[in-house]
């Protein structure tokens, strides 16, 4: 079962490691420091990592039973970075086209993502269900 962390939770992991905010940290290595979430499994994709597994097989699951996925944008380069070379920021560029985009379309087709108060639309981690996902790409 996954347990959202609470506010003071989550400003004692940012206090523990903020010295570290410079580097960019693999998100394998940042799950192992998150209560719950340190046998976790991460899916790499293109541009962001998904979590919604341990290493056991078990889904994760909300406190009322919901499967539940995190996903964290990287500023990992995809093949169509390779000509401009690294995107400044690019994790927070992403995450907000996506809550734009998000927010447009979810009158229409809905959305499986969480509504969590105080995440900022630049926020690089999201929460969602793990509902069956429909791979495609736009560029």
Wanted: proline share 6%; charged share 25%; aromatic share 6%.
């Amino acid at each position: 079962m996954v347990r959202f962390l609470d506010e003071s939770e989550a400003e004692e992991i940012v206090r523990t490691y903020m010295n570290e905010a410079t580097a960019i940290a693999p998100t394998d290595e940042i799950i192992k420091r998150v209560p719950g979430l340190e046998t976790c499994v991460v899916r790499p994709g293109k541009v962001s990592d998904s979590i919604y597994r341990t290493k056991g097989g078990k889904a994760l699951l909300t406190e009322d039973g919901t499967p539940v996925r995190i996903m964290r944008r990287t500023p990992r380069i995809s093949t169509h970075d390779k000509g401009r070379g690294e995107i400044p920021f690019k994790d927070q560029i992403l995450a907000i086209n996506h809550n734009f985009m998000r927010k447009k379309v979810a009158p229409a087709i809905g959305t499986s993502q969480f509504e969590i108060p105080g995440l900022a639309m630049n926020a690089t981690v999201i929460a969602a269900e793990n509902i069956q996902t429909i791979p495609f790409e736009n560029v």
